[in-house]
């Protein structure tokens, strides 16, 4: 296997102290945010634990808790919409992420570039964008 | 007082129906990821409840719920370091916000433009960003 571009993170100990800084909630949790590599589009937010963090950094195939279903998730383990990490960044107070991330396809699963298709207008909400055809 | 650019909803029914779109979790929060206006660099990432929502909308001055303090936050209020609302989404679940704002000064408090200036590496982190002199 090629080494990927960006699987920068591989010793045990790095990501040891990488999680050290992360300051994960009372369920074991901490928001990722995830955003396109090189035109900065913020496509969707999702959580992480520890496991999740770990999979993420040693693998640069980045991985969530689902909350839903209490489980480890490969992003596009399903659908093939994958990311792959080039770099993770910790707030100041360690208490959110900031990935940036190559996404292949649609990051959404209505299956539209991003997750943040509804903006608040004077009428409520406006629809900004159409899922991607197949 | 002259109406500001971007402080476009103002009818309580449009912020009800905002408000209705939102899933606020068990403690009636949702986290906010504030996103600069124009570069797209995200800034940090805070909470907002009900209350915190429609303030924001209202007045386009970006408030938040801070956990610390347990009251909400109207972002700069101390610091001057404002945040002014140019547009608010709400992504596919409805538990997550974007805010693309235009942001006064440094947006983190440690006097940082933003709050993730703590990138993983192969030996742990490193610092990439310098409090701004004021």
């Known amino acids: 296997v090629a080494k990927k571009e960006g699987a920068a993170i591989v010793t045990r100990q790095a990501v040891d102290k990488i999680l050290d800084a992360i300051a994960f909630d009372d ?4 928001p990722a945010i995830a955003q396109r ?13 520890r496991d999740a963090v770990r999979a ?4 640069s195939d980045v991985t969530y ?6 489980k480890l998730w490969r992003k596009g383990e399903s659908s093939g919409h994958t990311q792959r990490l080039i ?3 910790i707030d100041c107070d360690g208490d959110a992420l900031l990935l940036e991330v190559e996404q292949a396809g649609p990051a959404c699963h ?13 009428d409520g909400l ?8 197949d």
């Open 27 to 30: 369920a074991g949790l901490v």
């Open 37 to 49: 590599h090189g035109t900065g589009e913020v496509l969707m937010l999702a959580w992480m634990n």
């Open 87 to 89: 770099a993770l960044r």
């Open 126 to 133: 406006a629809m900004t964008s159409e899922p991607i055809e």
């Open 65 to 70: 808790w689902s909350r839903s279903r209490q």
């Open 56 to 59: 993420t950094l040693e693998s």
């Open 110 to 122: 209505t299956n539209r570039a991003n997750c943040f298709f509804r903006l608040a207008t004077e």
